[in-house]
């Protein structure tokens, strides 16, 4: 394989799978600590999905993200102020792109080149084999390849006629055209949600069939981002907390079970919620009309949908049918990655990947996977956290460095992520962080992600859900092992 940019052999780096906001945070985390790496991705321009130019990316021009400014950028580099508050793609994709050029990371960037396999031969002995038809030796892998390669299809898919169009939320690409058009769309989450809002703008008829209930909450509370009032809760209230919140949501927009959608599963703050400033008025207004979970499929195309549980005391609705001329599938997607051996990462009871803090694998210095989890609001911050845990990491297995602070590391890494401190943290303070802490010091409430087996993708290997602000506090703790080992030394 030929060496790419410099004279270092690909022996002796790390292989970056994938340049969106994964890969880039991995990249500079990198080279802060002077790990070489190569970064390849099969489009043309760093970005991820965050490419407009890409084809198989899940994000349409219309799209407005649900995290704000604060939770969509990098320590090192602000949003500028011209950008709105939630960005579109097409911003966030400049703001990626304006980030590589900062750190030079595109010096190291291989465009249009995909990863085939990925194995491993042994420990820090990777052959890996390209698009391009090269073959090499890497010393360690970050796959930053994302969670929407392996789209999930329910079983009932394969007996819908082909009269019926049936996409995959991640080939959404807009509403146009879909006029005179009935529409159904299945799934109890956010990219059902902005996806039935997005076709009601044209569509003749818009029914969302949902299996779980979320709480709906919207972008900004009082002229305030929903997403930085949350992350700065007063958690020492515990319970009462909660209770306020639930108390604000519904004096601002209602409940879900009000206009007829199911009654979430979780409390607010240990929901999955769904951010949205519009699903709920397009619900009361008649343009989308709720449905419980798709319970068979006639030869004709006819969809029967379960009726849908309401409040408290309020009746379960009848059973519904429904003749689509589109269904999407906003259903989710399955935990995993082509390029990586199956056996290469066990896997849990849910049979989604078993990682430590959603990205690294247990026994193994040399493999890391970001990003294998969701989060409600903007996963940005944990991803980074994930990379600079992953650069000490590498550092200390490549250059032979904090060696207490990686035992340490593959102590806590056996165990579980329960026994990680989710305490008092320090946000902003990462590889990369120049904003000192801007967002304040505050303890975190340790919760769970939302119980449903469908938050969880139970049975089903989907990417698992996760409560963001616990996450992020355990990435902190584990990072600190590292951290104050490089500060000495």
């Known amino acids: 394989m030929p060496e790419h940019h410099d004279s270092i052999p690909t022996r002796d780096k790390v292989l970056i799978i994938g340049a969106g906001p994964a890969g880039l945070a991995a ?273 004709d195309g006819t969809v029967i949908l379960a009726g849908v549980a309401g409040g408290r005391g309020a009746q379960q609705r009848g059973e519904q049918q429904y003749a689509p001329d589109l269904i999407v599938l906003a259903t989710g997607y399955e935990s995993g990655a082509d390029h990586l051996p199956k056996d290469v990462v066990p896997r849990t009871a849910d049979g989604a990947y078993d990682l430590f803090l959603g990205a690294f694998a247990r026994g193994r210095d040399d493999l890391v996977i970001l990003g294998q989890q969701r989060v409600s609001g903007g996963v940005l911050p944990v991803l980074v956290e994930q990379a600079d845990v992953a650069a000490y990491m590498l550092a200390a297995t490549m250059q032979g460095h904090s060696q207490q602070a990686l035992e340490a590391f593959r102590r806590v890494r056996a165990g579980s992520e329960s026994a990680v401190p989710a305490a008092a943290t320090a946000s902003g303070k990462g590889l990369m962080g120049t904003l000192g802490g801007a967002v304040g010091t505050h303890r975190v409430t340790e919760r769970s992600a939302a119980a449903s087996p469908a938050s969880r993708g139970l049975g089903e290997g989907l990417v698992p859900a996760a409560d963001r602000e616990t996450l992020l506090a355990r990435l902190r703790s584990v990072r600190e092992l590292f951290a104050e080992a490089h500060r000495r030394g």
């Open 27 to 299: 990249a500079a985390a990198l080279q802060a600590l002077e790990v070489p790496f190569d970064l390849v991705d099969r489009a043309a321009h760093v970005g991820g999905m965050w490419d407009p130019q890409r084809t198989d990316s899940p994000v349409w021009p219309t799209l407005e993200m649900v995290s704000s400014r604060e939770f969509t950028q990098y320590e090192d580099l602000l949003q500028p102020v011209s950008f709105p508050e939630f960005l579109t793609p097409t911003h966030m994709a400049k703001y990626l792109r304006a980030y590589a050029a900062r750190h030079d990371l595109t010096d190291h960037f291989r465009p249009r080149t995909g990863v085939r396999h990925a194995r491993p031969f042994d420990d820090g002995v990777w052959e890996v084999e390209l698009t391009t038809g090269e073959i090499g030796i890497y010393r360690a892998i970050i796959s930053a390849h994302g969670i929407t390669e392996r789209p999930h299809y329910p079983a009932w898919a394969v007996d819908v006629p082909t009269s019926v169009r049936v996409i995959h939320a991640k080939d959404w690409s807009g509403a146009d055209g879909l006029e005179g058009q009935r529409v159904l769309v299945v799934g109890s989450g956010q990219s059902a949600a902005d996806i039935a809002v997005d076709a009601a703008r044209r569509a003749l008829e818009v029914r969302w069939s949902m299996r779980t209930g979320h709480w709906i909450v919207p972008r900004r509370i009082a002229g305030r981002s929903g997403d930085v009032l949350a992350a700065r809760e007063p958690a020492r209230l515990g319970g009462l907390n909660a209770k306020i919140a639930e108390t604000v949501i519904r004096r601002t927009v209602g409940t879900p079970e009000a206009v007829g959608l199911p009654r979430p599963v979780a409390p607010l703050l240990e929901d999955t919620v769904i951010v949205s400033d519009d699903v709920l008025d397009r619900v009361r207004e008649g343009r989308i009309t709720p449905a419980g979970d798709v319970t068979a499929v006639g030869a």
